[in-house]
Nanobody
Framework: QVQLVESGGGLVQAGGSLRLSCLAS????????MGWFRQAPGKEREFVAD????????GYADFVKGRFAISRDNAKNTVYLQMNGLKSEDTAVYYC????????????????WGQGTQVTVSS
């Protein structure tokens, strides 16, 4: 019943930009921290960014600070990830996530995952 549907992935040249979108349904959007994770081939899934319902608290992995920005439109039940200055090492499947932050300063825990969208950065 809960669905997180990502879109916006694709192929982009190094230095380019993409905006990922995640449309959530089947859950009370305001009850969840929303975020993004990614997984590259042969690597573990890693945290990218998250944002609280009030859009007052955001968290980012160090490797994307200054390049990526997370936002959410609560009226549309949608979370976004604006990715600028893309690098080849950003190539991964990007997963939308819904969950919560249990410990300040640590990545969110995840209750629900999207199916992912492929981002490929060529160089």
């Amino acid at each position: 019943q809960v669905q997180l549907v990502e879109s916006g992935g694709g192929l982009v040249q190094a230095g380019g930009s993409l905006r990922l979108s995640c449309l959530a349904s089947g859950l009370t959007f305001s009850n969840y921290v929303m975020g993004w994770f990614r997984q590259a081939p042969g690597k573990e899934r890693e945290f990218v960014a998250d944002i609280n319902w009030g859009r007052t608290i955001t968290g980012y992995a160090d490797f994307v600070k200054g390049r990526f920005a997370i936002s959410r439109d609560n009226a549309k039940n949608t979370v976004y990830l604006q990715m600028n200055g893309l690098k080849s090492e950003d190539t991964a499947v990007y997963y939308c996530a819904a969950g919560a932050r249990l410990v300040a300063g640590r990545p969110m825990i995840v209750n629900y995952w999207g199916q992912g969208t492929q981002v490929t950065v060529s160089s």
